[in-house]
Every structure is written in structure tokens, then in C-alpha cells.
């Protein structure tokens, strides 16, 4: 089994950025994918962003597409996403999580297809 434990996460003003990273450590040799949800108090979970971790099969949100760009670096067994031009909505508390099927397109979005999470890492944007 992969453990995830996000960091990065903070304050920051809106138009800012942050870069939030996701370090995997037990069993990273069958690791296949990995995605990157977030959560504000009283919403659903929602889908931010999803790779393979030989950096193809690239998915992002409606909501944050042109702003967010996700990355991993194989070699520190470690994912990013960097985060542009943030907004107040962009508040939430953002996890990462591993995904072992294929998926596309919408079906990148579906939490069922990702195991294990990790604890969270909480991103203000202040207006």
C-alpha cells in the first residue's frame, strides 16, 4: 500500500501562488497514478487535477484549468500541483490521493477510483 502526506498548503492573497506537494513512501514501485481533490466546508469533494506518474495522461477541472499545473518527479516518489492566479473560491482543503486504473476525461473526476488519500493540507485565499 502507498502512504500520501500532503504539504505546502497556507495563506496567501488572492492572485497569488502556492505549490503543494505530495510525497508517497511504502509500496511506490506499483504506483500508476495519482489526483489531487479538494474540499470546502459544507461542499462535495471535488476533482482538481490527475497524472500518471511518467507525467502523461494529464486531467484538470473545469474550475482551475489554465491556472494549476500538475507534476511529478519520479525520482523523489513526490507530485506537485502548482497553483497561479488563486482566487477566494480556491479555498478548501486540498488532498492527494493514488488512483491504479486508467481513466479519461470525466471519468478522471470520480473519487470511487482513487485509494488511498492522503491527510489533507488547507489553502486560504484571502481577498
Known amino acids: 500500500q502507498v502512504q500520501l502526506v500532503e504539504s505546502g498548503g497556507g495563506l496567501v492573497q488572492a492572485g497569488g501562488s502556492l505549490r503543494l506537494s505530495c510525497a508517497a513512501s511504502?509500496?511506490?514501485?506499483?504506483?500508476?497514478?495519482m489526483g489531487w481533490f479538494r474540499q470546502a466546508p459544507g461542499k462535495e469533494r471535488e476533482f482538481v487535477a490527475t497524472i500518471r506518474w511518467s507525467g502523461s495522461g494529464i486531467v484538470y477541472g473545469d474550475s482551475v484549468e489554465g491556472r494549476f499545473t500538475i507534476s511529478t518527479d519520479n525520482a523523489k516518489n513526490t507530485g506537485y500541483l502548482q497553483m497561479n492566479s488563486l482566487k477566494p473560491e480556491d479555498t478548501a482543503t486540498y488532498y492527494c490521493?493514488?488512483?491504479?486504473?486508467?481513466?479519461?476525461?470525466?471519468?478522471?473526476?470520480?473519487?470511487?477510483?482513487?485509494?488511498?488519500w492522503g491527510q489533507g493540507t488547507q489553502v486560504t485565499v484571502s481577498s
Open positions: 490521493a493514488a488512483r491504479n486504473s486508467y481513466c479519461s476525461g470525466d471519468g478522471c473526476s470520480q473519487r470511487s477510483i482513487y485509494d488511498p
Open positions: 511504502g509500496r511506490t514501485f506499483s504506483k500508476y497514478a
